[in-house]
């Protein structure tokens, strides 16, 4: 009786497990799914582009150092500049702040946590310009594009365009239907903007803020580059998933350090700081390392 007790607490031990592995599998294909999908919709958007003007290059695979690689949803090799392009899928609120690690998503019954895609964008930047290293690097444009959020609260560190009329300084962008945009009272004044080579972006505005920009390259120019990047482009099947593996260590790494206290871009130490809306964790190197994340990230 015993054994038959112990066998089948174990088999319902099994059962369980298979059931949370399996929930797990089928949340990261859904999500990955619908990655893909917010992908196409920006690809449908960027074939709006004059083709002399722009080359579009998707999914693309660059190489990094160590071995590793760097994957790009988008680029643009415009006459007007070189967009590195990250979609996002995130729906409902999102907020973060410009430097800060983590960005929050914010559902009706839940938030999230996600990593900061400016910061994401820039480390692509980083590998398109070894690929192109006699580029002017003021001619690279970091957008971020999400496709499906209905509004955006990002703070920006230093503020580009002031905005007077509002409490807050440090809004950096938001995002509303424009129906119910009328009724808001932030529709008075100019926006705060992120620096000009740095965009957050809702689909709408992407071919706008694009076509925007002075022509700094000509037809030649564009096309050459383009065939650098093709060339320089990893194919090979297998690296993708090579790709995914590294970034979920990457980010378990991260993790690590922070619950240890050290900060994970100059390796100095995190502190609690104080501010309006309460308490955070930042880097002790402020204002040279302006790394913030929330105090439960230390737990």
Not at 73 to 89: A, L, N, P, Q, Y
Request: charged share 30%.
């Amino acid at each position: 009786m015993g054994i038959d007790l112990i066998l089948g607490i174990l088999i319902g031990a099994v059962i369980v497990w298979g059931a949370v592995v399996l929930a797990r599998l089928r949340h990261a294909m859904r999500l990955r799914r619908k990655g893909k999908a917010g992908e196409r919709m920006v690809s449908k958007t960027l074939r709006q582009l004059k083709r002399k003007d722009n080359i579009v290059i998707n999914d693309l695979m660059l190489p990094a150092p160590g071995g590793k690689t760097s994957q790009i949803d988008h680029i643009v090799i415009s006459r007007r500049g070189i967009f590195v392009i990250e979609t996002k899928s995130h729906a409902g609120r999102i907020s973060g702040s410009e430097h800060g690690q983590y960005w929050q998503q914010h559902l009706s019954s839940s938030s999230k946590t996600f990593y900061n895609p400016l910061l994401q964008n820039a480390s692509h930047i980083r590998a398109v310009r070894r690929i192109l290293p006699d580029v002017d690097p003021s001619l690279f444009i970091s957008v971020i594009l999400f496709t499906e959020a209905w509004r955006m609260d990002i703070r920006a560190d230093e503020i580009i365009e002031p905005r007077g009329i509002l409490p807050d300084r440090h809004i950096a962008r938001t995002f509303l239907p424009s129906e119910e945009r009328k009724r808001r009272w932030w529709r008075f004044g100019k926006e705060v903007r992120l620096e000009e080579r740095q965009r957050v972006l809702s689909l709408e505005e992407l071919i706008p803020e694009i076509n925007r920009r002075k022509r700094v390259l000509d037809r030649e120019e564009i096309a050459e580059l383009a065939e650098k990047i093709y060339a320089a482009n990893i194919t090979e099947r297998g690296n993708e998933r090579q790709h995914r593996e590294y970034a979920r260590e990457t980010s378990r790494n991260i993790n690590a350090g922070i619950r240890r206290g050290v900060c994970p871009r100059c390796g100095g130490r995190l502190i609690v700081r104080k501010s309006k809306t309460g308490e955070f964790v930042g880097c002790e190197n402020y204002p040279e390392c302006r790394f913030t994340c929330s105090i439960d990230r230390l737990h």
